[in-house]
């Protein structure tokens, strides 16, 4: 059977959709689908570190192994992300049996419904089929959201970029802090001309959504090692693909200089003759309070703030903070990733003269549709935080600007 496609919104709040598989489309498809409310099961018997983070945040159900027919039942759509089509033709029969739509990753020829390339501004969303090529709905999708972002200046070709010579190069772009809205536009057009992305583990799954079909997508969460031999090869991995004549872009959380690895992967580059551009990101370490209402710097309130990492406890050899110091300052003290050692980090805080009733926050999955705030004080932070179920990714914000705006 042939024809034009019938273009269709669905509304999928609450209701089952089906993803069978794993691996890097399925990474790229969910996060669009809890975007939209559906109930989601995963269906694969392994699954990226990204999709594993869905699942232990709850955001979905996974079954942990291959495909069965009932999995179909109560589900409004399948989506098939797996690349052997003789598993993803099970599927198809299974879904077409029960008159459900099915998406299919590996044979869009034999799909019952196509994802359309898709570009979000604000409340407005735009979708666009290409009559099976994937790379023309990509271009039109892209004019169209040059337009809506009603962008003054124009948009360089890779050849024209300044300072940037022809063939492989790589961008280290910062995402932002979850949000995908607020990556810059530079470097969201980066990421559409990319051929790799290496993307770390907290950056908004709706961003990887929006990647051209071609596109390899390497999760810098899976390389395996330590993390000192994850982080060679993830060096290895940009300088190679750059070698090849690939654009790269290196997509990390927040900022790429802010307790990121930027740096490093900066010089991996240049010692290899790589040409790099770095585009800054929005650092969660100022954005999640705000976006929870706590400014870090308010007038006659808080001067100054200092951002540290909480990743090493206070009495650990390793740790460079002198917590002693922070104690005695006045102002704002933002931690990140010191969920794990709040306990011992507020402790000493208070040991070293930080009033134990100095207000406090934690903000977890901050700018994101789970945004979680907790409010405190500095000695029943911790206890509070383990009560209430808090996890990472969160940060912790000490200080009277907590309160600054509270009406």
């Known amino acids: 059977m042939s024809g034009n496609p019938y273009p269709l919104g669905l509304r999928l709040a609450g209701r089952r959709v089906v993803v069978v598989g794993g691996g890097a489309v399925a990474t790229r498809r969910v996060p669009a689908l809890l975007d939209a409310g559906a109930d989601v099961l995963l269906v694969a018997p392994e699954l990226t570190p990204a999709l594993r983070a869905h699942v232990d945040a709850g955001r979905l159900r996974w079954e942990p192994r291959r495909f069965v027919p009932d999995d ?43 994802t359309p390339a898709v570009t979000r501004h604000g409340p407005v969303t735009v979708a666009v089929l290409g009559g099976g090529d994937p ?42 802090p979850g949000d995908p809205e ?5 470097g969201w057009r980066l990421l559409t001309e990319a051929d790799v992305v290496v993307a770390d583990r907290l950056v908004p799954g709706l961003l990887l959504d929006e990647l051209r079909a071609d596109v390899e997508l390497v999760d810098a969460s899976k390389i395996p090692y330590g993390p000192a031999r994850a982080q060679e090869e993830i060096n290895r991995i940009l300088v190679d693909r750059a070698r090849a004549g690939k654009v790269v872009v290196r997509l990390k959380g927040g900022d790429p200089y802010v307790f990121g690895r930027g740096g490093e992967e900066l010089l991996a580059c240049a010692e290899a003759g790589v040409p790099v551009t770095v585009v800054p990101g929005v650092t969660s370490a100022i954005s999640v309070p705000a976006a929870a209402g706590v400014p870090v710097t308010h007038r006659a309130v808080a001067h100054e703030f200092t951002v540290v990492s909480g990743h090493v406890a206070p009495d650990s050899p390793d740790s460079l903070v002198r917590w002693e110091s922070l104690a005695g300052l006045r102002g704002t003290l933002v931690i990140l990733m010191g969920l794990k ?24 999955e901050g700018t994101t549709s789970g945004q979680r705030t907790l ?6 932070v911790a206890a509070d935080v383990a009560s209430a179920g808090l996890r990472p990714p969160a940060i912790v914000v000490v200080g009277d600007v907590v309160g600054a705006l509270d009406t």
């Not at 409010?375 to 029943?380: F, Q």
């Open 135 to 176: 790379r023309r709905a990509m271009s039109v999708r892209d004019a169209i959201r040059e337009l809506l972002g009603a962008r003054t200046d124009p948009v360089l070709a890779p050849a024209e970029a300044p300072g940037v010579a022809a063939g492989g190069r790589v961008a280290l772009v910062g995402a932002g």
């Open 341 to 364: 050692n709040l306990a011992a980090i507020s402790a000493a805080l208070v040991a070293h003269g930080r009033p134990a009733d100095t207000p406090a926050a934690v903000i977890q």
């Open 375 to 380: 409010r405190s004080t500095l000695g029943a």
């Open 72 to 114: 179909l039942d109560g589900a409004w759509l399948v989506q098939v992300a797996v690349d052997d089509r003789i598993a993803a033709a099970s599927v198809s029969a299974a879904a077409a049996e029960r008159r459900i739509f099915c998406v299919r990753a590996d044979d869009r020829t034999a799909a019952t419904a196509w």
């Open 182 to 186: 607020l990556i810059t536009v530079k």
